[in-house]
């Protein structure tokens, strides 16, 4: 099998697995709404500064309930060796990292029809066709930004103990660049672009998106190692 194969195969079996366990993809988006719900309590007394907000909480939202998928992501592979016995048949480190971390981009997308939605209702937003759509397309951005240095860190956690405390702490700092973009640039969507600004921003996100597919892959192979 090429690289390319064995890409789809991993991503295949990993999003199979998904697919049969939907409680963890049903407790991953019941996060992320419960995190909606609280931060809209939280400046329910002001509409203002929750339009203000929004962007800011829909991405910390993404950002927090990615964790729970990049966990799981490796656990299964941990467990009775799983990812040696996958290693031996023998398939290629680079197209495990790419399947792993296709198939989280996969369930991280899947989590914008539920996570959008609410944000308009909580928060108050008007959006239109227009600002659907921009909208969709950042999202798959920042859903790409987080999926790929994500899978690289969840593998890099996998062996340690107290994972569930580490890989936050890795992960958070490495994906400011993500934060900063995603966050200003739905907020161009949400509040107007008057001085055009948005198609900066996006093409910062896309560069950050490209850097970590390129750099996490080439890097992959390190945190199989013994």
Request: proline fraction near 4%; charge should be negative; charged fraction near 15%.
């Amino acid at each position: 099998m090429s690289t390319f194969q064995q890409t789809l195969f991993v991503a295949r079996k990993d999003l199979l697995l998904g697919w049969r366990a939907r409680t963890r993809t049903l407790a991953v988006a019941l996060f992320g709404m419960v995190t909606l719900v609280l931060f809209s309590f939280a400046v329910a007394a002001d509409g203002e500064v929750g339009v203000s907000a929004a962007a800011g909480f829909l991405i910390v939202a993404l950002l927090l309930s990615s964790i729970l998928s990049l966990e799981e992501s490796f656990r299964l592979e941990t467990e009775d060796r799983a990812l040696e016995g996958l290693l031996l048949l023998p398939v290629d480190p680079v197209a495990i990292f790419y399947g792993k971390a296709i198939a989280n981009f996969v369930l991280l997308v899947l989590l914008g029809p539920v996570l959008l939605p609410l944000t308009a209702i909580f928060f108050s937003l008007e959006l239109d066709g227009a600002n659907l759509l921009g909208m969709a397309l950042l999202w798959l951005l920042a859903a790409a930004g987080i999926a790929a240095p994500g899978t690289l860190y969840a593998s890099m956690t996998s062996r340690v103990t107290g994972r569930d405390v580490v890989l936050p702490l890795l992960l958070f700092p490495l994906t400011l660049p993500i934060l900063m973009a995603g966050v200003r640039s739905f907020d161009l969507i949400l509040r107007g672009d008057a001085m055009s600004q948005l198609k900066g921003w996006t093409l910062l996100l896309a560069a950050f998106d490209l850097v970590y597919w390129v750099l996490c892959g080439a890097l992959f192979s390190r945190t199989l190692e013994e």
